[in-house]
């Protein structure tokens, strides 16, 4: 299994940014997948995930109405859409799957077996 991140850049308070996780290895279909964030010195943050029981997706508080998750199965990619973005929105940004049967809410648990190498997300003026 492996997970690659990108598209973490540098982006304006207000700005928007998608970042795509490639994922080989594994067909997407059968893991739940999402993303995480973390800033250091703070706990890991789920962001959002996409349940591999129902294909149900779960979005932290903090990014509801803000964020998009989804997936294009042809290229087994995952993607973060992420607009009106604000400075509690940096961070590194880390692509996570996982093969066991799981709800979208267990993206509230960084418990995950297998992580990318994280892309890092800066919001400045």
């Known amino acids: 299994v492996q997970l690659v991140e990108s598209g973490g850049t540098l982006v304006q308070p207000g700005g928007s940014l998608r970042l795509s996780c490639v994922a080989s290895g594994f067909t997407m279909d059968d893991y739940i997948i999402g993303w995480f964030r973390h800033v250091p010195g703070k706990e890991r943050e789920g962001v959002s995930c996409?349940?591999?029981?129902?294909?149900?997706?779960y979005y932290a508080d903090s990014v509801k109405g803000r964020f998009t998750i989804s997936r294009d199965a042809a290229k087994n990619t995952l993607y973060l859409q992420m607009n009106n973005l604000n400075f509690d929105d940096a961070g590194f940004y880390f692509c996570?799957?996982?093969?066991?049967?799981?709800?979208?809410?267990?993206?509230?648990?960084?418990?995950?077996?297998?992580w990318g190498q994280g892309t890092q997300v800066t919001v400045s003026s």
């Open positions: 996409i349940s591999n029981i129902d294909r149900s997706i």
């Open positions: 996570v799957a996982d093969e066991r049967q799981r709800s979208a809410a267990m993206c509230r648990y960084p418990t995950f077996r297998n």
